[in-house]
T-cell receptor, first 113, second 112 residues
Framework: DTAVSQTPKYLVTQMGNDKSIKCEQN?????MYWYKQDSKKFLKIMFS???????INETVPNRFSPKSPDKAHLNLHINSLELGDSAVYFC????????????FGPGTRLLVL | AQSVTQLGSHVSVSEGALVLLRCNYS??????LFWYVQYPNQGLQLLLK??????LVKGINGFEAEFKKSETSFHLTKPSAHMSDAAEYFC??????????FGAGTTVTVRA
């Protein structure tokens, strides 16, 4: 009964490829997020959706496109992968109230060769 | 805009010793403050959070943190370190706009 799950856990691919990462939460939360953790472990928010509506879109290359088919799912599609996209990508969710805790998934480790 | 500074990227303590991790924040509004822990190859887990109810906040695994507005600090402590406390610790701040801003993290190692 994992609260926030991500697939795949590991992703190794070549430069120029297109890949997707999926995220699902079974907590009934209204808000979901994508974070990027770089090689120095620095975490930065990329996107956030609230009830399928995009509410946060940080300065992220437009090669990254989030999609939320319903409020329990938030997927991340990356086009034309670059070496610098190698990182750990975390999905998170929270209830609608803004001060509430964000619950994180286990992460997807992306390596672009 | 809010930001977080974690003093010390690496802290090494002996088992049984005090753990002290420092966090200072800046925020233009009353902040919500969090400490998360990340064990190797895992996601982030909430240790504790401050949401203005009480300045001393108790969390899981024996950790606690004190909010000091005058010092803009939210330092994390644990009286007695255990080997299982070895992990990466992140302080984070939110000003209620859904966006968590994280510090750079502090790696804790525990010596036997």
């Amino acid at each position: 009964d994992t609260a926030v799950s991500q697939t795949p856990k590991y992703l190794v691919t070549q430069m120029g490829n297109d890949k997707s990462i999926k995220c699902e939460q079974n907590l009934g939360h209204d808000t979901m997020y994508w974070y990027k953790q770089d090689s120095k472990k620095f975490l930065k928010i990329m996107f956030s959706y609230n009830n399928k509506e995009l509410i946060i879109n940080e300065t992220v290359p437009n090669r990254f496109s989030p999609k939320s088919p319903d409020k329990a799912h938030l997927n991340l599609h990356i086009n034309s992968l670059e070496l610098g996209d190698s990182a750990v990508y975390f999905c998170a969710s929270s209830p609608d109230r803004k001060e509430e805790t964000q619950y994180f998934g286990p992460g997807t480790r992306l390596l672009v060769l | 805009a809010q930001s977080v500074t974690q003093l010390g990227s690496h802290v090494s303590v002996s088992e049984g010793a005090l753990v002290l991790l420092r966090c200072n924040y800046s925020s233009s509004v009353p902040p919500y403050l969090f400490w998360y822990v990340q064990y190797p190859n895992q996601g982030l887990q909430l240790l504790l959070k401050y949401t203005s109810a009480a300045t001393l906040v108790k969390g899981i695994n024996g950790f606690e943190a004190e909010f000091k507005k005058s010092e803009t600090s939210f330092h994390l402590t644990k009286p007695s370190a255990h080997m299982s406390d070895a992990a990466e610790y992140f302080c984070a701040v939110s000003d209620g706009d859904y966006k968590l801003s994280f510090g750079a993290g502090t790696t804790v190692t525990v010596r036997a």
